[in-house]
């Protein structure tokens, strides 16, 4: 026990010398946890704002069919019949069938594509409309209001606005424009009994696989879309996106290596002089090894620490300006909304391996080599 206790006391003594120690070099600290806490920052934001979106997404699927299947035509997506609906419900394990309607209309006026869909249920009215958050902020339009747009044919057809989605929903609703069946059909000349795609529910998971194959046998111009292939797509086009962002930030981030690798490999004049004084009064080759560790954790803790609360505000707080536009994906109709947190053990400890051991092993290299020099040849 009172060895511990010897142990405890002599290391509060080494943090309190290191900490002076850090504050008569306060400038040169002070810039670094700067420089350094920004270079934590910068790669917190990209994990935090990339594992969030990911989040999103798995929860946005979790009601998504279980089986998209599309009718391919020359390698292309054509439209499929509701014939094609009759053969699927007859195959084993699938629930249930439902043909969608969906496709992309351009805007001249924000010079910008909405997505045009209509809902499984019957709540919109022939002639009304329920629009998304950024199209309404986009052409200013509100409850009652009435958009315009010119169909496949030239004629021109008007809607009038029944509601406008709630914010909270815009990574998903942001340009969204639903409509009545029978206006889709109207606007995009699509024939009566002609879908976009089918969309199949299998009410046993493991069943998933096994139907598609049949999907396939059975109607060999098809192509049968799993809801785990569609989230693997969404983690790639984020893992690729998140990539995007980082490559202009490398030369920045190999240049604080450099910085860092400088200032904890090169020791100045004083820090040198220092360590053969304290080695001429009696300090251990631990000692002096132990302050320097104890001058970098503290460093490298504080900037871990103030860009990870940094990266947490900027993206969960201000809904991350500077990746958004790179990350979100909307060409025009950018959405506006908060992302729930989705922060897990593993990223805190990738993101602390990859930024404080790097600068700690950088920082004990060049101490070790002077605290087992002659102190005489040091303070020289």
Do not use: C
Not at 44 to 72: D, N
């Amino acid at each position: 026990m009172t060895e511990w206790r010897s142990t405890l006391a002599r290391q509060r003594y080494l943090l309190d010398f290191t900490v002076a120690a850090m504050k008569r070099r306060r400038a040169r600290n002070l810039g670094l946890l700067l420089v350094y806490g920004g270079m934590v920052f910068l790669l917190a934001s990209v994990l935090f704002y990339t594992g969030a979106l990911k989040h999103e997404a798995g929860l946005l699927l979790a009601e998504a069919p279980e089986i998209v299947v599309q009718r391919m035509v020359a390698g292309r997506h054509d439209l499929i019949p509701e014939t094609h609906a009759e053969t699927l419900r007859r195959i084993r394990g699938i629930r249930a069938v439902q043909g969608r309607l969906w496709g992309y209309h351009y805007d001249p006026v924000v010079r910008a594509n909405y997505t045009l869909l209509v809902p499984p249920s019957d709540d919109i009215a022939p002639g009304t409309t329920v629009i998304g958050p950024a199209l309404a902020r986009a052409r200013g339009a509100g409850i009652g209001d009435v958009l315009s747009f010119r169909g496949h044919d030239g004629a021109l057809r008007a809607f009038r606005i029944q509601a406008v989605l709630p914010q909270e929903s815009g990574l998903v609703s942001a340009d969204l424009f639903l409509v009545a069946e029978p206006d889709f059909r109207a606007l995009f000349g699509v024939p009566a009994g002609q879908y976009t795609d089918l969309a199949l529910r299998i009410p046993n998971a493991r069943e998933i696989q096994t139907v598609a194959e049949k999907v396939l046998e059975t109607l060999p111009d098809s192509r049968p879309i799993l809801r785990e292939e569609m989230l693997r797509t969404y983690d790639a086009v984020f893992d690729w996106r998140s990539a995007l962002v980082l490559l202009p930030l490398s030369g920045a981030l190999l240049a604080f290596a450099i910085l860092a690798w400088e200032k904890a490999s090169g020791l100045s004049a004083d820090e040198r002089r220092e360590i053969g004084i304290l080695k001429a009064v009696g300090w251990e080759t631990g000692d002096v090894l132990a302050m320097k560790l104890w001058e970098g954790g503290l460093l490298s803790l504080l900037a871990f620490l103030f860009g990870t609360a940094a990266a947490y505000w900027h993206v969960f707080g201000l809904s991350a300006p500077l990746l958004a536009p790179v990350m979100q994906g909307w060409s025009v109709l950018y959405p506006a909304f908060r992302l729930t947190p989705a922060i897990d053990a593993t990223q805190l400890l990738a993101l602390f391996f990859l930024t404080v051991l790097p600068y700690l092993a950088a920082t004990l290299v060049p101490v070790w080599r002077a605290a087992v020099t002659d102190p005489d040849e040091v303070m020289r």
